[in-house]
């Protein structure tokens, strides 16, 4: 993983009339990193990534995505991003091929070179055999592999997920871990978000939200001894009391 910051947040605020959703956020993501941005419901998660996603405009602060400002460059921002959601992002009625070959256009990308890069995504998931099956008609853990795949087709800089593992087993949730080291390996930033304190283990730092601020950002080995916690479980557990009794 290369030191380079690829996401740059300075005292991110979003306010909507007097509640106060993130409070001035601060943190850096960078090159390859898998980063996992966690909270319980309601923290802020949700907003910010809005935000970094360039679908909302912060209230003020500084927040600059793969080398491109959100207020000024959204669009520049929109075309070297991926996004993959616990809906997994993908049309139920169309087929499977389908929905490459639209995300794909969405994308820009060019038609003889969409039909090479589908046939070898084809392959390397090994679905070939359903390219013409409609998606509804997958199992959940192939229709998973197939969302992330799709969000990072174009091969962005940065990929959002957003409780992309949220309903699937234990086994098919680590397959698609797998699925995540092999992008950052390519030099894709991840940025995640998990109900998942397992999860939390995989990633390379995490940051913990509560009440619109981030209450702790370090590496998952680091903040179990600083808690003195045997489990990022026990570490989110302690940041939600202390803030509570706070």
Avoid at 25 to 50: D, M, P, S, Y
Avoid at 75 to 90: A, P, R, T, V
Avoid at 198 to 203: H, M, V
Wanted: charged share 25%; aromatic share 10%; net charge positive.
């Amino acid at each position: 993983m290369t030191r380079e910051p690829i996401i740059i947040v300075n005292n991110l605020v979003k306010k909507f009339g007097h509640f106060v959703a993130n409070d001035h956020l601060t943190f850096e993501v960078f090159r390859g990193e898998i980063f996992g941005f966690l909270g319980a419901n309601g923290a802020g998660k949700t907003t910010a990534i809005r935000i970094l996603c360039g679908l909302s405009f912060p209230t003020s602060g500084e927040v600059n995505i793969a080398g491109y400002d959100i207020y000024r460059q959204r669009d520049l921002i929109k075309k070297n991003i991926g996004y993959m959601s616990q809906k997994f992002s993908l049309y139920e009625d169309l087929t499977v091929k389908e929905n490459i070959h639209f995300y794909a256009g969405i994308y820009g990308i060019g038609i003889t070179e969409i039909k090479k890069r589908t046939q070898q995504l084809l392959e390397e998931l090994e679905l070939k055999n359903v390219e013409n099956k409609l998606i509804k008609e997958l199992p959940l853990g192939w229709r998973q592999k197939l969302a992330f795949s799709v969000a990072i087709f174009h091969n962005p800089r940065i990929v959002f997920l957003d409780e992309p593992t949220g309903g699937v087993d234990p086994v098919t949730r680590r397959r698609f871990w797998e699925l995540i080291y092999g992008a950052a390996e390519k030099g894709i930033t991840i940025f995640v978000t998990t109900h998942y304190m397992d999860e939390a283990e995989y990633c390379h730092r995490v940051s913990i939200m509560d009440q619109g601020r981030i209450e702790a950002l370090d590496k998952p080995d680091k903040l179990k001894t600083r808690y003195n916690a045997g489990n990022m479980d026990e570490v989110f557990l302690q940041i939600a009391r202390k803030t509570k009794i706070g």
